[in-house]
């Protein structure tokens, strides 16, 4: 049983009558049922169970609850207890620092009444989406250092006050300093890397490891704190001084994002900004000209309206400079303007089943669909093909090239980048 700091029975009007709570025959007094109350609402199980069933509400930018309990607990509480949440708010979070309590109910079957109750609470977070709060990580609430807790009867009355209590839990420092722990590590990350991968940060390492599929894991350690924490968990886990805690993934993530991309992604990435920029446009017109290459060849070319319908068979097409050569077929519409013959392009679209980039040892294969975009370089912009007879001949504006894609697709190792 805890210690008390101050327990006064106050004996407003003391009397031998045998019907008085007080003394009734259950045998209770009024300080043993409110120690008895309070160890029931200061255990995580208050907070896991009838505090999580019920709907908190934000008022005034705190978190208000109404907790009605029925024969709860060892102390076999019964009543209705409201408890006003106040602290910090990060992003969809409010981190709760204190609570107000204030309710009237029975404990031992001794009326108890909880008049401005106060203290902290220990890892007691709410999450507020669309305005509506839900508890994202239940806690415990410490017990009260302020206000008056009354047991008994008008005739018999105890005023019982309990010290702040260390029971192990989470606290609000340790909360700030998982998250800034959190924070540190993964700024030092752009994207989940392909495997496992190290860095360094204050007081300690990040190690984030990624799969294929999209899923990762990442483990923190810094300081007193380590932390694990994955894409297939809700929970974190969270050891701090050789004690360890299950804690919500969104907090421990609150000040800080998993990056969206994978390593993967942004190869990808990398290789069709290189193919874009490349001298293609250049070499089409050429090759409608009547030139010919060893790497690139015209299979198929027809005007047909306002569209220039184009196949290109590609072996090893080099990307000047940069050392990356590119495979496979690719259909390329410009679209444009039809006057007198003449279509001046300045769209294009890009489909191809699979496009094989490489550079060095590695093979990277990229499939576009209906990936669409503007033509991009010196002003004025254009592509123009003609017909003459039963050929086509081409111009074109300077440093022509595929400009930035505003719609469609790009689908690589069962990843898909959309425009």
Same mark, same amino acid.
């Given at each position: 049983m805890r210690k008390l700091i101050f327990t006064a029975l106050c004996l407003l009007a003391f009397t031998s009558c045998v019907q008085s709570l007080w003394d009734s025959s259950a045998g209770n007094d009024g300080g043993e049922a409110v120690l008895a109350l309070f160890e029931d609402l200061t255990a995580a199980d208050f907070m896991e169970n009838p505090a999580k069933e019920v709907s908190p509400e934000e008022i005034e930018g705190n978190i208000r609850i109404l907790?009605?309990?029925?024969?709860?607990?060892?102390?076999?509480? !019964?009543?209705?207890?409201?408890?006003?949440?106040?602290g910090r708010k990060e992003g969809n979070f409010l981190i709760a620092e204190r609570y107000l309590m204030n309710g009237s109910l029975t404990a031992l079957g001794i009326p108890v009444s909880i008049e401005d109750a106060a203290s902290e609470t220990e890892a007691v977070i709410f999450s507020i989406d669309e305005n509506t709060p839900t508890l994202a990580s239940t806690g415990s609430l410490k017990y009260p250092a302020t206000g008056k807790i009354r047991a008994g009867d008008e005739d018999n009355t105890a005023v019982v006050i309990f010290p702040e209590d260390d029971k192990g839990n989470l606290t609000n420092?340790?909360?700030? @300093?998982?998250?800034?722990?959190?924070?540190?590590?993964?700024?030092?990350?752009?994207?989940?890397p392909e495997g496992e991968a190290t860095e360094l940060i204050p007081d300690g390492s990040a190690v984030f490891s990624g799969n294929a599929d999209g899923s990762?894991?990442?483990?923190?350690?810094?300081?007193?704190?380590?932390?694990?924490?994955? !894409?297939?968990?809700?929970?974190?886990?969270?050891?701090?001084?050789?004690?360890?805690?299950s804690v919500d993934s969104r907090i421990v993530l609150a000040r800080?994002?998993?990056?969206?991309?994978?390593?993967?992604?942004?190869?990808?990435?990398?290789?069709?900004?290189?193919?874009?920029?490349?001298?293609?446009?250049?070499?089409?017109?050429?090759?409608?000209?009547?030139?010919?290459?060893?790497?690139?060849?015209?299979?198929?070319?027809?005007?047909?309206?306002?569209?220039?319908?184009?196949?290109?068979?590609?072996?090893?097409?080099?990307?000047?400079?940069?050392?990356?050569?590119?495979?496979?077929k690719l259909f390329l519409t410009l679209a444009g303007k039809m006057e007198?013959?003449?279509?001046?392009?300045?769209?294009?679209?890009?489909?191809?089943?699979g496009l094989i980039f490489k550079e060095d040892d590695r093979e990277f294969e990229i499939a576009l669909e209906a990936v669409k975009g503007m033509l991009d370089g010196e002003e004025p912009v254009f592509f123009r093909i003609k017909e003459d007879?039963?050929?086509?001949?081409?111009?074109?504006?300077?440093?022509?090239?595929?400009?930035?894609?505003?719609?469609?697709? @790009?689908?690589?190792?069962?990843?898909t980048l959309t425009f």
């Open positions: 907790v009605s309990l029925n024969g709860y607990g060892k102390s076999r509480a !019964s009543g209705e207890i409201e408890i006003i949440f106040s420092d340790d909360i700030q @300093a998982i998250q800034a722990a959190a924070e540190n590590a993964l700024s030092q990350f752009s994207f989940i990762w894991t990442l483990h923190i350690e810094c300081g007193k704190i380590q932390i694990s924490i994955s !894409s297939e968990s809700e929970e974190a886990g969270i050891n701090i001084d050789g004690k360890t805690f800080t994002v998993i990056p969206e991309k994978m390593e993967i992604d942004i190869i990808a990435s990398s290789y069709l900004e290189e193919f874009r920029n490349s001298n293609l446009i250049f070499t089409l017109s050429d090759l409608v000209n009547g030139s010919l290459s060893g790497v690139i060849t015209l299979t198929a070319a027809d005007l047909d309206g306002s569209a220039f319908l184009a196949e290109l068979d590609m072996d090893n097409f080099g990307i000047r400079g940069k050392g990356i050569t590119v495979s496979g007198s013959g003449i279509l001046t392009a300045g769209e294009y679209e890009a489909v191809s089943d007879g039963d050929s086509l001949s081409a111009e074109r504006s300077e440093n022509l090239i595929l400009g930035l894609p505003v719609s469609g697709r @790009a689908v690589y190792s069962n990843r």
